[in-house]
């Protein structure tokens, strides 16, 4: 990792360096200086954050600011550390980034994002100041909490957590809508380039996942893990949202040609023509498949706590325990006065439950 206070220490020698002195003592005392500003800064900010830690006050900066030579010196750098101490969020969350991450995950990439994104921003800084702040930076040269490359975001100061953590969502939310919702794709998008990975799905289809750098291989697999649905009841959420499709325009709508469109409660409902294919909105496992007055409904798991139930279908094609995958028919639109319609024309209720909490469909769906 390249430090900045150590390239500009090493730049600036030449010129602070006494005429009088050896070559050899020359190059000596650049040596220490170059390698030893960077040294304190870090060793200071550890400092800062153990005090912070501890409930300690900490009162090394004015001392090793005095000590240290002007070029070395990185104020803004210390003050950060101090100001975010703020917004503490516990030991495991000192400066309340985790809390941030979440929350612009759900708020800027789409509902129900927050978890995955501060994966996400785990992989890429581990939320560790030193990278925070900009004193170490990848060797491709991305600097902050969410590694962002200087080229690409030059008007984004990089290393406020707030203002990267911003940055990053916005690309993340503009990935999800350029690659039809598929979260897979736009991380890796997120970590080789949106155009890298448009141009392997063009080449590749639906392999396109082979052709990925090992680099990208390993960051999918460190936030995502295996790319089926994980149904592991009673074990938290562990897997990607919908199974690697997270949240904010990740559902196919069901219903291909719909006649209307009503909110009922926490539920959608859409109006169609009797014997229309009804398809699933995402990959899932097939969890059950009710009966209901005329009609049947269907539970699919999509991993990390996350189910839809579509009511009011007939001639069901598929059985619990099934695995089915996005668009896949699962039967055909039941009609009648079972379906809360008449003639030939029937009534889909959709429904959303995270960890058995409903919620409105609609941030969810893919429009067209």
């Known amino acids: 990792m390249r430090v900045d206070g150590a390239d500009a220490a090493a730049r600036q020698a030449p010129e602070r360096a006494a005429p009088e002195r050896a070559p050899t003592q020359q190059f000596t005392a650049v040596l220490a200086q170059a390698l030893g500003a960077p040294r304190t800064q870090i060793a200071e900010l550890r400092d800062a954050i153990a005090a912070i830690r501890d409930g300690r006050a900490w009162n090394g900066a004015a001392a090793s600011a005095a000590a240290a030579p002007p070029e070395a010196t990185d104020a803004g750098y210390r003050e950060q550390a101090l100001s975010w101490s703020a917004g503490a969020g516990g030991a495991g969350d000192p400066f309340g980034w985790r809390a941030l991450t979440r929350k612009l995950g759900?708020?800027?990439?789409?509902?129900?994002?927050?978890?995955?994104?501060?994966?996400?921003?785990?992989?890429?800084s581990g939320y560790d100041p030193a990278v925070v702040f900009g004193q170490r930076r990848s060797s491709a040269g991305a600097e902050g909490i969410a590694q962002l490359m200087p080229q690409f975001y030059p008007n984004v100061r990089r290393t406020d957590p707030e203002a990267a953590l911003r940055a990053g969502a916005e690309t993340m939310r503009h990935n999800l809508a350029a690659l039809d919702?598929?979260?897979?794709?736009a991380l890796?998008?997120?970590?080789?380039g949106l155009g890298h990975v448009q141009t392997l799905v063009r080449a590749h289809g639906a392999q396109w996942e082979r052709a990925l750098p090992a680099e990208t291989k390993q960051y999918l697999a460190a936030i995502l893990g295996d790319q089926a649905p994980k149904v592991r009841p009673g074990a938290g959420v562990s897997a990607a949202v919908f199974g690697g499709r997270?949240?904010?325009?990740?559902?196919?709508?069901?219903?291909?040609?719909?006649?209307?469109?009503?909110?009922?409660?926490?539920?959608l409902q859409?109006?169609?023509?009797?014997?229309?294919?009804?398809?699933?909105?995402?990959?899932?496992?097939?969890?059950?498949?009710r009966g209901e007055a005329g009609a049947q409904r269907v539970v699919l798991d999509h991993g990390g706590e996350w189910q839809t139930v579509l009511?009011?279908?007939?001639?069901?094609?598929?059985?619990?325990g099934e695995?089915?995958?996005?668009?896949?028919?699962?039967?055909?639109?039941?009609?009648?006065?079972?379906?809360?319609?008449?003639g030939g024309q029937g009534l889909l209720e959709l429904s959303v439950l995270v960890g058995g909490a409903p919620?409105?469909?609609?941030p969810y769906l893919l429009r067209a």
């Open 106 to 124: 759900d708020g800027v990439v789409a509902p129900g994002f927050g978890e995955l994104f501060e994966r996400q921003i785990q992989q890429e």
């Open 181 to 185: 919702g598929d979260v897979r794709k």
């Open 311 to 320: 009511g009011g279908l007939a001639e069901v094609a598929v059985i619990a």
């Open 188 to 192: 890796a998008a997120y970590n080789s």
């Open 246 to 267: 997270g949240g904010g325009g990740v559902l196919v709508p069901p219903l291909g040609t719909v006649l209307a469109e009503r909110v009922s409660g926490e539920a």
């Open 270 to 289: 859409w109006l169609g023509g009797a014997g229309s294919a009804v398809l699933a909105p995402a990959d899932a496992v097939v969890s059950a498949v």
């Open 359 to 362: 919620r409105d469909p609609r």
């Open 323 to 342: 695995r089915v995958a996005r668009s896949q028919q699962l039967g055909v639109l039941a009609a009648g006065p079972a379906s809360g319609a008449g």
